[in-house]
């Protein structure tokens, strides 16, 4: 049974920093590409950022270019998101996911398994 867990949300002042943390169980994440997604209420979700299996190539969506770093750790089985100079409007689940691909897309629907999502409330 795959499942990754999402972890390191919380509440953080604007401006701040959080890294998040998705670990895989009943999956080699070395076998696939890995994504964020995040969710605010009321939206659809929405790409953040994605690696692909070996970590070479990384993609980001434009407005968290220069603020947002994916990486990822195939020996611990887990992917990160390390994410500066946060915003209010990042407010929203963050959701990873992985994709059987090597190359990381942005598209939801390219996605195979998901976690549960951690909340992330950033204050102003």
């Known amino acids: 049974q795959v499942q990754l867990v999402e972890s390191g949300g919380g509440l953080v002042q604007a401006g701040g920093s959080l890294r998040l943390s998705c670990t895989a169980s009943?999956?080699?994440?070395?076998?696939?590409?890995m994504g964020w997604f995040r969710q605010a209420p009321g939206k659809e979700r929405e790409f953040v950022a994605a690696?692909?299996?070996?970590?070479?190539?990384?993609r980001y969506a434009e407005s968290m270019k220069g603020r947002f770093t994916v990486s990822r750790d195939n020996s611990k089985n887990t992917v990160y998101l390390q994410m500066n100079s946060l915003k209010a409007e990042d407010t929203a689940v963050y959701y990873c996911?992985?994709?059987?691909?090597?190359?990381?897309?942005?598209?939801?629907?390219?996605?195979?398994?998901w976690g549960q999502g951690t909340q992330v409330t950033v204050s102003s």
């Open positions: 996911a992985a994709d059987k691909e090597y190359y990381p897309g942005t598209g939801a629907d390219e996605y195979d398994f």
């Open positions: 009943g999956v080699t994440i070395s076998n696939y590409a």
């Open positions: 690696i692909s299996r070996s970590g070479g190539i990384s």
